[in-house]
């Protein structure tokens, strides 16, 4: 599976690029044709990131990626 690194995932935030990324648990997922993530965001949360932390504060389950396609994974970057 191709691996993208954060500063690639930031790029498809809805905004710099057409398609809308989230990742969740290092998977990558295209959020695009959401009508839930139109123009990047959905509700508090922001596409283009990892949103492995934010979900653990919200309604949703990691359930709730299994309809999107998985893009790739994300790039462990060095410290």
Same mark, same amino acid.
């Given at each position: 599976?191709?691996?993208?690194?954060?500063? &690639?995932? @930031?790029?498809?935030?809805? &905004?710099?690029?057409? /398609?809308?990324?989230?990742a969740? &648990?290092?998977? #990558?997922?295209?959020?695009?044709?959401?009508?839930?993530?139109?123009?990047?965001?959905?509700?508090?949360?922001?596409?283009?990131?990892?949103?492995?932390? /934010? *979900?653990?504060?919200?309604?949703?389950?990691?359930?709730?990626?299994?309809?999107?396609? #998985?893009?790739? /994974? *994300?790039a462990?970057? @060095?410290?």
């Amino acid at each position: 599976m191709k691996k993208y690194t954060t500063q &690639q995932l @930031a790029l498809r935030n809805g &905004q710099d690029k057409d /398609e809308i990324w989230v990742a969740f &648990q290092g998977v #990558i997922y295209d959020v695009t044709e959401s009508r839930l993530w139109r123009n990047g965001k959905h509700y508090e949360h922001w596409a283009g990131q990892d949103l492995t932390a /934010e *979900l653990g504060k919200g309604p949703h389950t990691d359930s709730v990626f299994e309809k999107f396609t #998985i893009v790739g /994974e *994300l790039a462990e970057t @060095a410290l």
